[in-house]
């Protein structure tokens, strides 16, 4: 909705589509308790957020020397929304809206963040918490990528050529982030977020249908769908954490492991291998074993390795390949592989690292050392659900809280 505002009023003005959007949404809130939901609730939205939007431009809030044309354009498109073809135009709207946040001009990490804020719908603390950020910082992020859209007069016009392959990189990490924000929350309540997994598919599929897909988009799509896959699963019906080892394999969803798939053998188009690739071949090796006692962890651990040389030296892969390094090599071995990242500052506040340490010295008996591990990882944020299962690891522990 605010990129189809946006696109209307013009990026320099995608403060007034927020700020409309916004207004709406609370309008909804008002009125729909009381007089019910409408027949077509996201046309009852697109109008009142219009509305807004000739309002705040009639009472002169954002000063323009076009009133007259944008209020005549706002109208127009204000009936727009009854029209067939309106989803079609909604859909482009959206992919010229991720790839004008991922424009050159904007900074690499201000382009997720925007595109996070103003495609994903996401609040400033859930980026700080996926980019392992303060709230500040990403606030001024934000602040920085708008004044750049102005001051560069940005559009709305897709790009071609060496220039979209720029932004490709920048939109797949951008829909990544997505993804991992619902498939295991930050914070809050809830460990899962269905509705962000399905929305970053969702945005994935978007790109991989159009004509500016890549190998790279299709495996990421491939990473999403098999990893979604394992969402029936992955929490009881208390809403606790299961591991991926005590995990119900008939649980998974098999038409999504198939999408999975299907998307996978689309990647290998080419002779391109990107991090999502071997992260789309890591999860195809889950997806294919039939048990835990079936899953190739020398594999993986391969894979791992391949992950680490294409995406450099990220903390968050090393921790995952230091788990595979355990199950190949046993707890010890996996311990020095955790050590090595424990200075690392962007895993500090980290709570799986402590987690996974936490584990690993209890398969070794050393309970004590564990316990004080696992003590720390609860000092750490994680949602709920992560917080009732380091205290189920502690209480494993047999040593006083």
């Not at 980290?350 to 584990?359: I, K, N, T």
């Amino acid at each position: 909705m605010v990129a189809h505002l946006a696109r209307v009023l013009g990026p320099a003005r995608l403060d007034l589509a927020e700020e409309s959007m916004q207004e709406a949404m609370l309008r909804a809130l008002q009125v729909w308790p009381y007089q019910g939901v409408p027949d077509n609730a996201a046309g009852w939205l697109f109008r009142v957020a219009h509305n807004a939007a000739i309002d705040a431009i009639r009472r002169g809030k954002f000063l323009e020397q076009n009133t007259g044309a944008l209020v005549a354009e706002l109208t127009r498109a204000r009936g727009s929304s009854e029209d067939r073809d309106f989803e079609t135009q909604l859909r482009d709207d959206e992919l010229r809206m991720i790839f004008m946040c991922c424009h050159p001009a904007i900074g690499r990490d201000s382009r997720v963040a925007l595109s996070l804020k103003t495609v994903g719908g996401f609040s400033v603390r859930e980026i700080a918490r996926a980019f392992l950020a303060d709230d500040a910082a990403i606030a001024q992020r934000l602040v920085r990528a708008k004044r750049q859209i102005r001051e560069q007069e940005l559009t709305l016009d897709m790009p071609r050529g060496a220039d979209l392959e720029t932004r490709l990189d920048s939109a797949l990490e951008t829909i990544y982030f997505i993804f991992n924000e619902g498939y295991s929350a930050h914070e809050g309540e809830d460990l899962i977020r269905q509705d962000l997994c399905f929305e970053a598919l969702r945005l994935g599929r978007l790109l991989a249908a159009s004509s500016i897909a890549a190998p790279r988009v299709h495996a990421l799509v491939a990473v999403m769908a098999l990893q979604a896959a394992r969402l029936p699963a992955r929490i009881d019906e208390a809403g606790d954490l299961i591991l991926l080892e005590d995990q119900d394999r008939a649980r998974w969803d098999q038409g999504l492991i198939a999408m999975g798939f299907h998307y996978f053998d689309l990647s290998m188009a080419g002779d391109q291998v990107s991090e999502y690739h071997a992260q789309a071949a890591i999860a195809a090796t889950h997806a294919r074993a039939e048990s835990l006692q079936a899953v190739d962890w020398a594999v993986i651990l391969q894979l791992y390795d391949q992950l680490l040389a294409i995406s450099g030296a990220s903390p968050v892969v090393a921790l995952n390949r230091a788990v595979a390094v355990a199950k190949v090599h046993g707890a010890a071995e996996g311990l020095e592989a955790i050590a090595e990242l424990s200075g690392n500052p962007q895993l500090r506040d980290y709570y799986l690292l402590l987690a996974v340490r936490g584990h690993l010295l209890l398969e070794l008996e050393r309970r004590e050392e564990a316990a004080a591990c696992l003590r720390a990882a609860l000092e750490c944020r994680c949602s709920e659900p992560e917080r009732r299962f380091l205290r189920r690891k502690l209480a494993q522990c047999a040593v006083s809280v």
